[in-house]
């Protein structure tokens, strides 16, 4: 993160499948004031996935976690932390989509 992000939000990956909410909690809460964790299940399985986002109060706590707590061991694995990227807005708007012209349907050519 650069000294002038105000990003609160942090990405980890490759959290333990046995950790819990709880876990990551307890964690983050050395560095500050935990808004808000929310952890990644597949759609279809709904299991863990081993990823999760944690939304800190401020920046400054987001930037403590992330140079304290990258590499940090949770329940026997060794997490990594990044800047969460912001949301891409998934619905496309009018002007993303493109008009396609209307065809015309043909007339059967005469004999």
Do not use: Y
Request: with cysteine.
């Amino acid at each position: 993160m650069n000294d002038k992000s105000t990003n609160k939000d942090l990405f980890v990956s490759d959290i333990s499948f046995d950790a819990t909410e709880d876990d990551l909690q307890k964690l983050f809460a050395i560095c500050g004031t935990v808004r808000s964790i929310h952890l990644i299940n597949d759609r279809v399985s709904g299991q863990f996935k081993g990823c999760a986002f944690v939304c800190m109060s401020t920046a400054d706590e987001a930037r403590d976690a992330l140079n304290m707590l990258d590499g940090a061991r949770l329940v026997g694995r060794c997490i990594r932390i990044k800047p969460a990227r912001p949301k891409k807005n998934t619905a496309p708007t009018r002007e993303s989509v493109q008009e396609k012209p209307r065809r015309t349907r043909r007339s059967p050519k005469r004999k």
